[in-house]
């Protein structure tokens, strides 16, 4: 137990955040094995899903000794670590989801953020605790209101109070009960595995564009974006094979 476990398995890239006896806390180390995983994906691999080991939590998120080790001066450092593994995950190019069991806490709900998908058991408690220790959130934090809205996201990042699925609509895309977890997980990659790596490419950029840039130039890049992958022959191909199941 200790660094974030990688394994690879049926084109399904599985991260398992492996420090149970302290739910799972994070350090600097762990998200940059995270973020190396990532990045570094096999061309056989087709999804990453993202756990935590036990039952009690998928992660607190960064360990406390994270935070009394690091200088007052190294905080920007400490942060930047935590920014290029949210940012590897949510740039990834194929789907990522975070299977969530128990507490998905601070950096560790910025990573679940960060994941295309949510799967969680129904009690799962997801919360950023950083103001409890004087610290804002920040980082892929700044998602979260586009999942439940401004007035519930001020709620939760400014009181830090842990919150159960149920009670932020629009965060989890999927609940299953824990021992069907896995299987709720894997019947969502099926879906996922009927399309074809270049649409997937393709819309995921445009998310971030649509995230990042006013609505003209968004909608401008997506019809560039459009006609480039309706050239590619594995598009062509996927159109054909949809208009032939039709008439069947």
Not at 185 to 195: C, F, I, N, P, R
Request: net charge negative.
């Amino acid at each position: 137990m200790g660094q974030p476990l990688v394994s690879d398995e049926g084109g399904v890239r599985t991260i398992t955040l492996d420090r149970p006896e302290v739910l799972n806390a994070l350090t600097a180390e762990d998200l940059d094995t995270i973020t190396a995983a990532v990045r570094d994906l096999p061309a056989a691999v087709a999804a990453v899903v993202i756990t935590g080991a036990g039952e009690r939590a998928f992660s607190a998120g960064m360990h406390l000794q994270s935070f009394l080790d690091t200088a007052p001066d190294r905080g920007r450092e400490l942060i930047d670590h935590v920014g290029a593994c949210t940012e590897a995950v949510r740039l990834a190019p194929v789907p990522t989801v975070a299977a969530v069991r128990g507490y998905c806490l601070g950096a560790a709900f910025e990573i679940a953020l960060a994941c295309d998908f949510r799967v969680a058991e129904p009690s799962a408690q997801f919360g950023l605790p950083e103001v409890r220790l004087g610290i804002p959130s920040v980082v892929d934090a700044a998602l979260l209101l586009h999942h439940v809205g401004l007035s519930v996201a001020k709620e939760l990042i400014l009181t830090g109070r842990p919150y159960r699925a149920d009670q932020l609509p629009g965060l989890v895309n999927r609940t299953a009960p824990s021992d069907s977890l896995g299987a709720a997980v894997a019947g969502l990659l099926a879906e996922l595995a009927e399309l074809t790596p270049e649409v997937i490419v393709a819309q995921k950029a445009l998310f971030e564009t649509w995230l990042n840039v006013g609505l003209q130039r968004g909608l401008d890049e997506s019809r560039a974006v459009f006609a480039e992958v309706f050239a590619q022959p594995a598009t062509q191909k996927a159109i054909a094979d949809y208009a032939a199941s039709r008439r069947r």
